[in-house]
């Protein structure tokens, strides 16, 4: 597939991948969210990526929502196809073998705060922005936003920000545990590599399970939690990994994980 729409670079064994609408603020249209699932799904088989990083083009936004002109045209029908390709997408991100950092450099809006969401760490610029603007538009955050945020920031606080719509900046999002980190706009992709390429120097299958363990238990009581953790903790005893991480440590040395 060609892209249009975003862009895929490699470093090491990180994918970054970013989205390239700046003139409309990075909006999701269809297309974007088409190229967007094509190319986490690439990802999600090349067993050299290790973590994946998803960032905005441009000096102002990460993604500015779901594209208003494009949406506001639609057919009842067209709508539903709509929604049913952003939940894909925003599934397929959050159940991704790798994990995926979400480096919010400007506005992250509508349909861009659920993408972020659906990651599984958020990193912020200082001029970061969140918001979900929905009702005010005559919908609602329905690519999960009335799910993951109360999820996150607790329901009150998710309740304020889908109801009000109103805004908020980098430093009120950092305190109610929206995003992990915030840092000076030129320093934020630097931050997020640095973040993805220790992840990357950790066992692959365990950082792959832990993940898988952190999103499936969310929606989990705890026993059934704790027994998935179970099973995904005896998988790591059938790794090569597993035993060379152990050895490593007993011997006082170091291992370079290699995914088995
Ligand atoms: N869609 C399309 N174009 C957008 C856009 C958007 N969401 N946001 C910005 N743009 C475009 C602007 O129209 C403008 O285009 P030109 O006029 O230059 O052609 C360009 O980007 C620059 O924007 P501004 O001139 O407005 O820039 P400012 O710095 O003045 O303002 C802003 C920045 C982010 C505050 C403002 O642009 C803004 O309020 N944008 C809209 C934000 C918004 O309301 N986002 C939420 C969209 S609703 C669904 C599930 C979920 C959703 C939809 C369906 N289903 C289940 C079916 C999600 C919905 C949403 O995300």
Redesign the pocket.
């Known amino acids: 597939m060609t892209y249009e729409n975003i862009l895929i670079d490699y470093q090491d064994q990180i994918a970054i991948i970013t989205i390239n609408r700046p ?3 990075n ?2 249209n269809s297309a974007t969210i088409q190229e967007l699932t094509h190319g986490f799904h690439e990802l999600a088989a090349d067993s050299n990526i290790r973590a994946v990083i998803l960032t905005g083009s441009g000096e ?2 990460f993604v ?6 494009e ?1 506001s045209e639609k057919s009842p029908i067209e ?1 539903r196809h ?2 049913q390709l ?1 939940h894909k997408l925003m599934n397929l991100i959050e159940t991704l073998p790798q994990p995926v950092i979400a480096a919010v450099n400007g ?1 992250a ?4 705060l ?1 993408l972020a969401m659906a990651c599984d760490i958020r990193l912020a610029s200082t001029n970061a922005k969140f918001g979900q ?2 009702v ?2 005559g ?1 609602l ?3 999960g ?1 009335t799910q993951r945020l109360p999820r996150l920031v607790g329901s009150g606080r998710a309740s304020e920000l889908l109801l009000t719509t109103d805004i908020i900046n980098a430093e009120e999002a950092f305190r109610m545990g929206l995003v992990n980190r915030i840092y000076p706009k030129e320093e934020l992709l630097g931050q997020a590599i640095d973040m993805a390429k220790k992840i990357s120097s950790k066992a692959p299958i365990a950082v792959q399970l832990t993940k898988s363990a952190i999103v499936k238990g969310e929606n989990l009581d705890l026993l059934s939690g704790q027994a998935y953790e179970a099973e995904v903790f005896a998988q790591t005893f059938s790794t090569e990994d597993q035993k060379n991480g152990c050895k490593a440590f007993l011997a006082k040395t170091t291992t370079d994980y290699q995914g088995r």
């Open positions: 003139k409309a603020l909006a999701l102002k936004s500015a929502g779901a594209d208003i002109a949406m709508a709509f929604s952003g506005f809006l509508g349909g861009g659920e603007p929905e005010g538009l919908i955050a329905g690519f936003g």
